[in-house]
């Protein structure tokens, strides 16, 4: 049994278990006894609880996040630095639909965590959206480009009800379909992002509220 093995057995349960019961919740004995590991090993891999927290979070978040910032790097590429709303809509939100309905890239496990990270006591949920701080330059920064009408206020409020838009379709897939009675798939992977991003285009397009423009 090699040292990668354990480290990422490690990985894999600390994100089942965080899942499933919650971070602050969730010992650091019972994610070794989950990995069949010792406490030791812990500290060698990670040296700490915390940073085991910003590796389970890091090995989703690295590449998604690379992989929405390639999507806007072609369609800025592509549209002399100035895409649509839709084209940076669609680099956001994508990827994480994908990632989402991926069982081999441990979607489900993962959005449950990103679920619970909020509620988490501490300044856990802000520590961890430091990963996040290449995609909200990056893309904040396209969304101004392309909507010179709004404040900044206005722009960065926009951005995070996008964020907040997503979660449903990521999170919901047990309610979802019970709720419509089936006639709402989440699964319906490709087909759910073309629906989420017309909505939010359209709400970022929407006028600023009493003509702000500040």
């Known amino acids: 049994m090699n040292q990668s093995d354990t480290h990422d057995r490690l990985l894999n349960a600390a994100e089942q278990l965080f899942a499933e019961h919650g971070i602050a919740a969730t010992s650091l004995r019972a994610i070794t006894s989950g990995a069949s590991a010792n406490l030791a ?37 592509g549209a002399a ?23 081999a890239g441990g979607g489900e496990n993962f959005m449950l965590l990103i679920g619970r990270l909020y509620s988490e006591p501490g300044d856990l949920g802000y520590n961890i959206t430091e990963q996040f701080a290449e995609v909200f330059q990056r893309f904040t920064s396209a969304l101004a480009r392309s909507l010179p009408h709004l404040s900044r206020t206005d722009l960065l409020w926009r951005f995070f009800f996008m964020v907040g838009c997503i979660s449903m379709p990521l999170m919901g897939r047990h309610i979802i379909p019970r709720r419509t009675g089936g006639l709402c798939d989440p699964s319906d992977i490709e087909n759910n992002i073309r629906r989420l991003v ?3 285009a359209a709400g970022l397009r929407a006028a600023a509220p009493n003509g702000d423009t500040n």
């Open 198 to 200: 017309a909505f939010l």
């Open 41 to 77: 090993s812990v500290h060698y891999h990670f040296g700490s609880k915390e940073a085991l927290v910003e590796a389970v979070f890091a090995r989703r978040l690295a590449p998604l996040n690379r992989e929405r910032c390639r999507l806007l790097d072609a369609e800025e590429t």
């Open 81 to 103: 630095g100035v895409p649509s709303i839709e084209a940076i809509v669609t680099a956001f939100v994508a990827p994480a639909m994908r990632l989402a309905y991926d069982p």
